[in-house]
């Protein structure tokens, strides 16, 4: 089945730093992949989506100047949580869609973003 | 927009019972529908994709259903294990415009030993 990882896993940082989070296709290319935002029991909010070779589409609400996503390759996109703040931390989850008959996304693990 | 939802949020079981989990969407033009499992603190597991041309689809225990016209999907785990507890979320894909999914609220189920 399709892979799709994250790094790191879990991150801790001070208020004020920014924190960079790659999600990698092992072993399909994707053209789109999205990320998304888990606070503590609740769903899966969907911040961004970012296709290989152009801008990323924010979600109304989503700060584009705060969390940057560069998706330079057809294997990996990265989230910058830039001058991250307490209220940043959360649970972040990427997903990268396999093109075919059935458009699956695969998700990543995800990472724990904690900031002091 | 979709908005999705899943009843009950919560449900504890005892080992052996069959559960039926629900979930409803507002938008029935949906390309697919997916059934996720997310432990405490970890990434999504895909439990069952259904596409909108289907009525269910079934996996070992798991058997998923989906009436596209009433909005509505369900999850049946037949002969529960503690194992299976965990979140369950189902999501569904839109037919068109960007291929996101939208995620429902989740049901926390327990399953007693």
């Known amino acids: 089945g399709a892979v799709v990882s994250q790094h790191p896993s879990w991150v801790i940082c001070k208020s004020g730093t920014s924190v960079k989070i790659e999600c990698r296709s092992l072993?399909?290319?994707?053209?789109?992949m999205f990320w998304y935002r888990q606070f503590p029991k609740q769903s899966l909010m969907l911040m961004a989506t970012?296709?290989?070779?152009?801008?990323?589409?924010?979600e109304q609400g989503v700060e584009k100047d705060k969390f940057l996503i560069n998706h330079a390759s057809l294997t990996l996109s990265t989230l910058t949580v830039t001058s991250a703040h307490p209220e940043d931390s959360s649970f972040y989850i990427c997903?990268?869609?396999?093109?075919?008959?059935?458009?699956?996304?695969?998700f990543g693990p995800g990472t724990r973003l904690t900031v002091l | 927009k979709q908005e999705v939802t899943q009843i009950p949020a919560a449900l504890s079981v005892p080992e052996g019972e069959n559960l039926v989990l629900n979930c409803s969407f507002t938008?029935?033009?949906?390309?697919?529908l997916q059934w996720f499992r997310q432990d405490p603190g970890k990434g999504l597991t895909s439990l069952l994709l259904?596409?909108?041309?289907?009525r269910e689809q079934t996996s070992g225990r798991l058997n998923a259903s989906l009436d596209k016209s009433s909005g509505r999907s369900t999850l049946y785990i037949a002969a529960s294990q503690p194992g299976d507890s965990a979140t369950y979320l189902c999501?569904?894909?839109?037919?068109?415009?960007?291929?996101?999914?939208?995620f429902g609220t989740g049901t926390r189920l327990t399953v007693i030993p």
């Open positions: 259904i596409q909108s041309s289907q």
């Open positions: 970012s296709n290989e070779g152009s801008k990323a589409t924010y």
């Open positions: 997903s990268a869609r396999r093109p075919g008959l059935t458009d699956t996304q695969y």
């Open positions: 999501a569904v894909l839109r037919q068109t415009g960007a291929n996101n999914l939208f």
């Open positions: 072993d399909f290319q994707a053209t789109t």
């Open positions: 938008d029935s033009a949906i390309y697919n």
